[in-house]
């Protein structure tokens, strides 16, 4: 299976000029397929990356998406109206959404039904607080989030999944923590053992499961070693367009 390296700009940058040239800057630096990689930036700056991107290297993604795809829901973006821009993936249910704007993880279910049943491929968040992990909740935290956010989702659709490790203590070095390698791995193993216990094996062999929080080029490669991390969630480090790149050259 290809790594998988996805992009999460998150609220950045704030003009389309910046965007424009972010993306430019992506493009050349980007071409090797031997790794998937897939930008995500803010809904507003979507119809420029399929202008840039094209069918190129770089793929297309969102960072949210509602559970409905037409209708009276002021401020949404649905599934279709991003498939329809060029979007393959979607982030969902990620700690900023949690903790910001209280998403909960039955939202995340909706949502993630939703971009499945579109057949856009969704990459579903899961992480603990420090708070969780001093009290030796990260195991339980992790499942029961995993479990609830794929509480809709039928053993037939699971090979589209892409399920992220984002412990909350190690996003953007908040609390100036960052996770080691072994325990983003024990982490992964651990969610391809839920994925295999809730769905059977073959699915622990399809769903891929990547590692989020405070990676860079100093670090990527450390996550990567292990063939049970599929891939990276990068978030600060992907605005810088130079780093980026020569990250991913790199693996
Ligand atoms: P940082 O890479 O800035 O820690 O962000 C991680 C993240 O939240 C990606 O979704």
Known sequence: MKKLIIANWKCNPTTLKEAQKMMVGLRAGIKNNKIEVVVCPPFVYLAEAKKVFGVGAVKIGSQDCFWENQGAFTGEVSPTMLKNLGVKYVILGHSERVMVMGETNEMTAKKVKAVLSTGLTPVVCIGETLEERNQSKTFQIVEKKLRESLKAIKKQQVGELVIAYEPLWAISTNQGLTC?????????????????EIYGRKAKEKVRVLYGGSVGSDNANKYLENEAID?????????NIKEFTAMVKNI
């Open 180 to 196: 080691a390698p072994d325990d983003a791995l024990t982490m992964a193993l651990y969610i391809k053992k839920l994925i295999a």
């Open 231 to 239: 891939g990276l969630l990068v978030g600060g480090a992907s605005l």
